[in-house]
């Protein structure tokens, strides 16, 4: 596996190298206006990192930039598909829903709340599960992201809860990007199809418009078999039709002066053959749906004393339904336990940033959540099981203060107080230093503490069959993290990033089963703790080639026993090379991704992993058409992920090697 790898990189050094692209930066002036700087160099910047608009090298944190190019050029078919093939990032799938795992922390039964997902600033996670969804059920369309910011490290100081391990920003494009009507048509795998229709413009007046629907059909697997239900009760442990896969979503956006308006909806169906919970087995009743609808209206000016202020009203509807088939017997007596959860919320987010006596940029701000609704229901033919709807809801405080302490010397600093109902009051800080010796390489040093709190679901559900139970008494869970970060352009064409982290985690919300009666429960467990690195390089060319490769060395364990995290491979090496195959005509992306083995729940060990994808593109043939064509898993690698909790299966089966074809059409 290592010399493919590297032999791959030989391949895409000699096939890439020929032209040059990306420019050292010029000596860094911490004291001078980022938007002026901006104007005048081609740096990558990031908004997310601060809340304002900033160089890469001079923001608070390690971060990544994915764009349309790549996402387009990889072929990448959800969103999961991003974030796996970035450093510290990876993916488990159990036939239902996707989870992310960051720097060693993917536990089971946790529904992505260590993330905080935004879409154009507007946050996404709801407030019945704190979830985001990274899969199909993912609320937009690929096609329609400008760029994805992601933030790693602890960035509660500016977003409060769920922003454990990071924040992830999904820039979306403006009117002016399709400037016209836009169609796509993909087919795949398992009879997928996917179709979306979308309209841009931005007219002379200045307003500005995107609107964007998008559906999808599969039928999933139609056979899958686990050798954990091969009884011919159970029909030999084959799960047949049950893996459908449906969603519909829209995307309006318009914009006008200082004023945007944005509003998504996007509900998905899914079947579920894996049985968890106790379920019947091979029954395409078993189901769930996610729906998830938002309003935001947006302003944002800046004043020509320099002083930038933004401010958001928005609100938020979430619904969950889940049917669980069960068999009351004997004799046989099947009934549909039915889940239907209700979140609505509204709020308002206000903040002002400004430089002063130009060595300073201050920004400060406040945010207010309430929650109208976070209903949980449980019942069957025979009994309400759960009826729950509390009321918690969230203000918070925040400021940060950006100081060019020295022309090379930068030090941010930040805070926020949040206030909840539930379990009261949460203050974090962050503290960076940001050293720049040479114009090439920038040193950074950062601390951070972040916490998340337990969501209404961990407190309040419980049901009458399936063995789970409440429990009002969980605490938030916290992280101070430790990070050392070393950028460095090593020439005109190549850039590389190291990092080495230390992570510490107390009162860790997570599922557990209580010995003396059985039954499912979040509480807050041992201590756990992380040492990590994470190494990358990338290059770019003028003749459009990319090449990135990473390696990620995580160690999570318990605390208190020395055990190594459940679902947390140790060692990580992903590379992507991105060339043309014929000049102005065809291109070709090319993805590794290797991963050594995962512990499961049982304490058993999957295998390691070399996973290979293959995308090509053309853009050539015909006017405004774009054709891609995919092979995923090229050599059908047999590989497993752990199970949760829920699962009869300690180990779950995932996809051997799928195709997909994509033909997009801009009139």
């Given at each position: 596996?290592?010399?493919?790898?590297l032999?791959l990189?030989?391949?895409?050094t000699?096939?890439?190298?020929?032209?040059?692209?990306?420019q050292?930066?010029?000596?860094?002036?911490?004291g001078?206006?980022?938007?002026?700087?901006?104007?005048?160099?081609?740096?990558?910047?990031?908004?997310?990192?601060?809340?304002?608009?900033?160089?890469?090298?001079?923001?608070?944190?390690?971060?990544?930039?994915?764009?349309?190019?790549?996402?387009?050029?990889?072929?990448?078919?959800?969103?999961?598909?991003?974030?796996r093939?970035?450093?510290?990032?990876?993916?488990?799938?159990?036939?239902?829903?996707?989870?992310?795992?960051?720097?060693?922390?993917?536990?089971?039964?946790?529904y992505?709340?260590?993330?905080?997902?935004?879409?154009d600033?507007?946050?996404?996670?709801?407030?019945?599960?704190?979830?985001v969804?990274?899969?199909?059920?993912?609320?937009?369309?690929?096609?329609?992201?400008?760029?994805?910011?992601v933030?790693?490290?602890?960035?509660?100081?500016?977003?409060?809860?769920?922003?454990?391990?990071?924040?992830?920003?999904?820039?979306?494009?403006?009117?002016?990007?399709?400037?016209?009507?836009e169609s796509?048509?993909?087919?795949?795998?398992?009879?997928?199809y996917?179709?979306r229709?979308?309209?841009?413009?931005?007219?002379?007046n200045?307003?500005?418009?995107?609107?964007?629907?998008?559906?999808y059909?599969?039928?999933?697997?139609?056979?899958?078999?686990?050798?954990?239900?091969?009884?011919?009760?159970?029909?030999?442990?084959?799960?047949?039709?049950?893996?459908?896969d449906?969603?519909?979503?829209?995307?309006?956006?318009?914009?006008?002066?200082?004023?945007?308006?944005?509003?998504?909806?996007?509900?998905?169906?899914?079947?579920?053959?894996?049985?968890?919970?106790?379920?019947e087995?091979?029954?395409?009743?078993?189901?769930?749906?996610?729906?998830?609808?938002f309003?935001?209206?947006?302003?944002?000016?800046?004043?020509?004393?320099g002083?930038?202020?933004?401010?958001?009203?928005?609100?938020?509807?979430?619904?969950?339904?889940?049917?669980?088939?069960?068999?009351?017997?004997?004799?046989?007596d099947?009934?549909?336990?039915?889940?239907?959860?209700?979140?609505?919320?509204?709020?308002?987010?206000?903040?002002?940033?400004?430089?002063?006596?130009s060595?300073?940029?201050?920004?400060?701000?406040?945010?207010?959540?309430?929650?109208?609704?976070?209903?949980?229901?449980?019942?069957?033919?025979?009994?309400?099981?759960?009826?729950s709807?509390?009321?918690?809801?969230?203000?918070?405080?925040?400021?940060?203060?950006?100081?060019?302490?020295?022309?090379?010397l930068?030090?941010?600093?930040?805070?926020?107080?949040?206030?909840?109902?539930?379990?009261g009051a949460?203050?974090?800080?962050?503290?960076?230093?940001?050293?720049?010796?040479?114009?090439?390489?920038?040193?950074k040093?950062?601390?951070g503490?972040?916490?998340?709190?337990?969501?209404?679901?961990e407190?309040?559900?419980?049901?009458?069959?399936?063995?789970?139970?409440?429990?009002?008494?969980i605490?938030?869970?916290?992280?101070?993290?430790?990070e050392?970060v070393?950028?460095q352009?090593?020439?005109?064409?190549?850039?590389?990033?190291?990092?080495?982290?230390?992570?510490?985690?107390?009162?860790?919300?997570?599922?557990?089963?209580?010995?003396d009666?059985?039954?499912?429960?979040?509480?807050?467990?041992?201590?756990?703790?992380?040492?990590?690195?994470?190494?990358?390089?990338?290059?770019?060319?003028?003749?459009?080639?990319?090449?990135?490769l990473?390696?990620?060395?995580?160690d999570?364990?318990?605390?208190?026993?020395g055990?190594?995290?459940?679902?947390?491979?140790?060692?990580?090496?992903?590379?992507?090379?991105?060339?043309?195959?014929?000049?102005n005509?065809?291109?070709?992306?090319?993805?590794?991704?290797?991963?050594?083995?995962?512990?499961?729940?049982?304490?058993?060990?999957?295998?390691e992993?070399?996973?290979?994808?293959?995308?090509?593109?053309?853009?050539?043939?015909?006017?405004?058409?774009?054709?891609?064509?995919?092979?995923?898993?090229?050599?059908?690698?047999?590989?497993?992920?752990?199970?949760?909790?829920?699962?009869?299966?300690?180990?779950?089966?995932q996809?051997?090697?799928?195709?997909?074809?994509?033909?997009?059409?801009?009139?």
């Amino acid at each position: 596996m290592k010399k493919r790898i590297l032999s791959l990189l030989s391949l895409a050094t000699i096939v890439c190298g020929q032209t040059d692209l990306v420019q050292a930066e010029a000596e860094p002036d911490f004291g001078a206006s980022a938007e002026e700087e901006l104007l005048f160099q081609d740096i990558p910047s990031v908004y997310s990192a601060s809340k304002y608009e900033q160089k890469v090298s001079q923001a608070p944190a390690r971060v990544s930039i994915v764009t349309q190019e790549e996402i387009q050029r990889y072929g990448y078919r959800t969103f999961a598909d991003i974030l796996r093939s970035l450093p510290g990032f990876y993916i488990s799938y159990d036939n239902n829903y996707s989870y992310v795992g960051v720097r060693g922390f993917g536990m089971p039964g946790d529904y992505n709340t260590r993330i905080l997902m935004l879409v154009d600033g507007h946050r996404l996670n709801d407030n019945i599960f704190d979830s985001v969804y990274v899969d199909t059920a993912f609320v937009l369309d690929l096609d329609l992201i400008d760029r994805v910011e992601v933030v790693r490290g602890p960035s509660s100081s500016l977003y409060g809860s769920n922003a454990f391990f990071g924040i992830i920003n999904v820039i979306t494009k403006k009117g002016r990007d399709l400037d016209g009507i836009e169609s796509s048509i993909t087919a795949g795998s398992h009879q997928s199809y996917q179709g979306r229709l979308s309209y841009g413009k931005r007219y002379q007046n200045g307003l500005e418009l995107l609107l964007s629907g998008s559906y999808y059909d599969s039928q999933g697997r139609t056979n899958l078999y686990y050798q954990e239900f091969d009884d011919p009760a159970t029909n030999h442990g084959v799960a047949e039709e049950a893996d459908d896969d449906r969603f519909d979503q829209l995307f309006f956006r318009m914009s006008y002066g200082d004023l945007s308006l944005e509003a998504l909806y996007a509900d998905r169906e899914k079947g579920i053959p894996t049985a968890p919970w106790e379920v019947e087995f091979n029954n395409t009743g078993t189901r769930t749906w996610d729906t998830h609808w938002f309003v935001d209206l947006r302003y944002q000016h800046l004043h020509e004393s320099g002083t930038e202020i933004a401010a958001r009203l928005f609100f938020d509807r979430y619904d969950y339904d889940g049917d669980y088939v069960y068999d009351y017997g004997p004799p046989s007596d099947l009934v549909t336990i039915k889940d239907r959860d209700v979140g609505e919320w509204w709020g308002s987010e206000v903040h002002v940033s400004r430089h002063f006596f130009s060595d300073h940029r201050l920004t400060l701000g406040g945010e207010y959540r309430g929650s109208l609704t976070q209903e949980q229901k449980t019942y069957d033919a025979y009994d309400l099981w759960l009826d729950s709807n509390p009321e918690i809801n969230v203000w918070a405080l925040f400021i940060q203060d950006e100081w060019a302490l020295l022309d090379t010397l930068l030090l941010n600093v930040g805070l926020r107080h949040d206030q909840y109902d539930s379990f009261g009051a949460s203050t974090n800080p962050r503290l960076a230093l940001i050293y720049s010796p040479l114009a090439e390489t920038t040193l950074k040093l950062l601390y951070g503490r972040a916490f998340r709190a337990p969501t209404v679901y961990e407190l309040y559900y419980h049901d009458g069959y399936t063995t789970a139970k409440p429990n009002t008494q969980i605490d938030p869970e916290t992280i101070d993290s430790f990070e050392l970060v070393w950028e460095q352009q090593l020439n005109r064409n190549v850039r590389s990033a190291v990092s080495l982290y230390h992570n510490e985690i107390k009162h860790l919300i997570a599922y557990t089963v209580d010995p003396d009666d059985g039954l499912f429960y979040f509480d807050n467990q041992n201590a756990a703790q992380a040492y990590g690195t994470e190494f990358s390089i990338e290059g770019k060319w003028d003749n459009g080639c990319l090449a990135n490769l990473s390696y990620t060395y995580q160690d999570a364990e318990n605390k208190d026993t020395g055990e190594r995290l459940v679902n947390s491979p140790l060692h990580m090496v992903k590379l992507n090379i991105m060339a043309p195959v014929v000049t102005n005509i065809l291109d070709g992306g090319l993805e590794l991704q290797y991963e050594s083995g995962r512990k499961t729940v049982s304490g058993a060990e999957t295998d390691e992993t070399l996973l290979t994808n293959l995308v090509l593109v053309s853009k050539g043939w015909l006017k405004g058409m774009t054709v891609s064509t995919g092979v995923y898993n090229l050599f059908d690698v047999a590989y497993d992920f752990p199970g949760s909790e829920e699962h009869a299966q300690d180990m779950l089966r995932q996809d051997g090697r799928t195709f997909q074809l994509k033909i997009n059409y801009l009139f």
